[in-house]
């Protein structure tokens, strides 16, 4: 299974980038799908994630400017960036729970290579 992300660059403070991530190869389920970030000199952080059924959940620093969506069908998960502030500086990675078997208990984390957005104020 491979994550690639997509859609990282520079943005002025105040604006907003779309980054994505697309799942392939050896697929049954994704359980759930969703984004890190890791500043500099910072450890990775929890973004947020949304399941294949349900609302997304938010790191607090995010709410309301971030938004989290997902394409089941063509296993890519989206992140909307608004109002994008210096401190989202980071390169970001997506994540997913990937179930590549029919009777699969448990799924397996995988990540994407990362894709660095900086914002400038």
């Known amino acids: 299974v491979q994550l690639q992300a997509s859609g990282g660059g520079l943005a002025q403070a105040g604006g907003s980038l779309r980054l994505s991530c697309a799942a392939s190869g050896s697929i049954f389920d994704i359980e759930s799908m969703g984004w890190y970030r890791q500043g500099p000199a910072k450890p990775r952080e929890l973004v947020g994630f949304?399941?294949?059924?349900?609302?997304?959940t938010y790191e607090d620093s995010v709410k309301g400017r971030f938004t989290i969506s997902r394409d089941n069908a063509k296993n890519t998960v989206y992140l909307q960036m608004n109002s994008l502030k210096p401190e989202d500086t980071a390169v970001y990675y997506c994540h997913a729970e990937v179930r590549s078997h029919h009777g699969t208990y448990h799924p397996v984390d995988y990540w994407g290579q990362g894709t660095l957005v900086t914002v400038s104020s």
């Open positions: 949304i399941f294949s059924r349900g609302s997304p």
